[in-house]
């Protein structure tokens, strides 16, 4: 019986990551085939692993390709370390299982004793799956209530702090410097309604964006529509007032507005 080992390792698995390890769950699974070799089972060469997936998406690599070899009779039998490995949501496991199934394929977990070839091995397989997709929704949960709770206390929880922005003890504080920087191409983009224009100007200043690099029209809009420089949070201060944010987004509403009906009679001319 040729037999493929499927191995997944998402980002999150930080708490025991050295027993989750794509090598340490592809070992404990050849030794397993291994174990069964008076049966006839034999280790397929190809690796199936996906490391830095959840068991909630489906679009991994290696997992195509293992249903893809599936499908064309390439593989007799799935072993994986557990199942949640390769799914933590009950409806894509059923779809699976139910594509093994359709191939002649089994299915076999290192840790979790159960035949899918049984009835009572699917009711345990079921069980088990229930209980994965339960422990991934609380970790869903936990995450989102964790958010939530850092938000309210000011945390900042959105990647890299915006332009104008540093971060002191994980809250958003006014870059000085960075900060009259935005100013100006609020007061500049007011006056001139041009994306590049604007930032040939900033660069012409000598500033550059967070990384180094010289400051383009999509990096203009950009600053020019994060709502964030408005303070609207208690906890994110403020680096340009109310009416200077509506006049701009009046002047981006008309610079856009001309830009469409540009192309409009561009494209009736040609």
Same mark, same amino acid.
């Given at each position: 019986?040729?037999?493929?080992?499927?191995?997944?390792?998402?980002? $999150?698995?930080?708490?025991?990551?050295?027993?989750?390890?794509?090598?340490?769950?592809?070992?404990?699974?050849?030794?397993?085939?291994?174990?069964?070799?008076a049966e006839g089972w034999?280790?397929?060469?190809?690796?199936?692993?996906?490391?830095?997936?959840?068991?909630?998406?489906?679009?991994?690599?290696?997992?195509?390709?293992?249903?893809?070899?599936?499908?064309?009779?390439?593989? $007799?039998?799935?072993?994986?370390?557990?199942?949640?490995? !390769?799914?933590?949501?009950?409806? $894509?496991?059923?779809?699976?299982?139910?594509?093994?199934?359709? %191939?002649?394929?089994?299915?076999?977990?290192?840790?979790?004793?159960?035949?899918?070839?049984?009835?009572?091995?699917?009711?345990? !397989?079921?069980? !088990? !799956?229930?209980?994965?997709?339960?422990?991934?929704?609380m970790i869903g949960e936990?995450?989102? $209530?964790?958010?939530?709770?850092?938000?309210?206390?000011?945390?900042?929880?959105?990647?890299?702090?915006?332009?104008?922005?540093?971060?002191?003890?994980?809250?958003?504080?006014?870059?000085?410097?960075?900060?009259?920087?935005?100013?100006?191409?609020?007061?500049?983009?007011?006056?001139?309604?041009?994306?590049?224009?604007?930032?040939?100007?900033?660069?012409?200043?000598?500033?550059?964006? /967070?990384?180094?690099?010289?400051?383009?029209?999509?990096?203009?809009?950009?600053?020019?529509?994060?709502?964030?420089?408005?303070?609207?949070?208690?906890?994110?201060? /403020?680096?340009?007032?109310?009416?200077?944010?509506?006049?701009?987004?009046?002047?981006?509403?008309?610079?856009? %507005?001309?830009? /469409?009906?540009?192309?409009?009679?561009?494209?009736?001319?040609?």
């Amino acid at each position: 019986m040729r037999c493929a080992i499927y191995t997944r390792k998402s980002t $999150d698995d930080a708490r025991d990551s050295q027993l989750k390890s794509v090598d340490n769950q592809r070992d404990l699974c050849a030794k397993y085939i291994e174990s069964q070799a008076a049966e006839g089972w034999s280790l397929l060469s190809d690796r199936y692993d996906d490391e830095g997936f959840g068991g909630g998406n489906m679009k991994r690599p290696a997992l195509e390709r293992l249903m893809a070899d599936v499908r064309t009779g390439a593989v $007799d039998a799935i072993v994986v370390y557990k199942i949640d490995r !390769l799914s933590r949501s009950l409806r $894509d496991f059923a779809n699976i299982i139910d594509a093994f199934d359709r %191939a002649g394929v089994s299915f076999y977990s290192t840790t979790q004793q159960f035949s899918t070839t049984t009835s009572m091995g699917r009711l345990t !397989l079921n069980i !088990l !799956l229930t209980f994965a997709q339960f422990e991934r929704e609380m970790i869903g949960e936990r995450t989102r $209530d964790w958010v939530a709770g850092a938000k309210a206390r000011g945390i900042w929880t959105s990647g890299p702090p915006p332009y104008g922005y540093r971060l002191e003890n994980k809250r958003l504080a006014i870059h000085d410097e960075r900060a009259e920087v935005v100013r100006f191409i609020f007061r500049r983009f007011a006056r001139l309604g041009v994306f590049a224009d604007v930032a040939a100007e900033v660069n012409r200043q000598g500033h550059r964006n /967070r990384r180094g690099a010289r400051f383009d029209g999509r990096l203009i809009k950009a600053v020019l529509t994060n709502r964030t420089y408005l303070g609207e949070s208690p906890h994110h201060p /403020r680096i340009v007032t109310k009416a200077s944010w509506i006049k701009v987004q009046e002047a981006i509403a008309a610079h856009e %507005a001309s830009w /469409r009906s540009q192309a409009g009679a561009r494209s009736r001319r040609g």
